[in-house]
């Protein structure tokens, strides 16, 4: 299947690893150009030099911190003056603070609101002009399964990712007859550096070992085991291309089966 993404223009938020570097690797492999950021520029360099060299697409690396409004300013402005356009906005920031509903501090619900709630609005609010002025565009939330249930020391990740979809529905209401469709998606149980995090505070908690707290997430799961970072970057490539121009407004998971909710 063509998804019609050559030479279309992607920006990606926390893409030097994880769910991040997937999603842009697996773009840059259908034919877009592609524009990473994240906090390190080393790491960052060498992940656009590794895509640019197995796709021979064209990767522009831009360092900085997305917590920051001004950061996010510049990013789109560079995106859009390397290429003249842009395309698709893939928004992945790094997670809230691990913390429970009762003992999270203010700083950590400071740090969730930037990071986890405002960095999407701000990422969408700066990406829809230069998508109206060429006709279109798709916007990608990465969220959490906390969207649908609570996961232990995670709680501020469920109150934000859930604003975020609110506002996404909102926006998508907004701009679709712009041809802007607006979707999320939320990861579960896949192997990231985050999760590997989580999963280690809560093995601390249980005393047992990580090994054993990654085998007890993996049976919770359907299929009964730990997804890739490409088994979502291939749903938001879907979403990103023009065999999705009928679906908006709508939040998916990518989670083996683990959320057991019906809705």
Request: neutral net charge; hydrophobic residues 45%; glycine residues 10%.
């Amino acid at each position: 299947m063509d998804l019609e993404l050559k030479d279309k223009v992607a920006v990606v938020g926390g893409a030097s690893k994880g769910l991040g570097r997937a999603c842009a690797e697996v773009l840059a492999e259908e034919g877009a150009r592609v524009v990473v950021c994240s906090r390190t520029q080393a790491d960052l360099d060498r992940t656009a030099k590794e895509i640019r060299e197995a796709t021979g697409t064209d990767v522009l690396a831009l360092a900085g911190d997305l917590d920051n409004h001004q950061t996010i300013r510049d990013l789109i402005a560079a995106a859009t003056s390397r290429f003249g356009r842009l395309d698709i906005l893939v928004n992945n920031s790094g997670g809230p603070p691990l913390a429970r509903a009762l003992s999270a501090t203010e700083e950590q619900w400071a740090t969730a609101l930037q990071r986890s709630l405002l960095f999407f609005a701000r990422m969408s609010r700066e990406a829809i002009p230069h998508m109206k002025r060429h006709g279109g565009g798709r916007i990608i939330n990465i969220l959490a399964a906390t969207v649908y249930q609570p996961i232990p020391n995670l709680a501020l990740s469920g109150v934000t990712r859930l604003g975020v979809v609110a506002f996404a529905k909102s926006l998508a209401d907004e701009v679709g007859r712009d041809g802007i469709l607006v979707n999320n998606v939320c990861p579960g149980s896949i192997l990231t550096d985050r999760m590997r995090s989580n999963v280690a505070a809560r093995a601390k908690e249980l005393g047992v070992s990580l090994e054993q707290g990654l085998a007890d997430r993996a049976a919770e799961t359907a299929v009964g085991r730990i997804g890739e970072p490409r088994e979502l970057a291939h749903l938001v490539a879907f979403l990103a291309s023009g065999k999705s121009s009928y679906i908006t407004g709508t939040t998916m998971l990518v989670d083996g089966g683990l959320v057991r909710s019906i809705i």
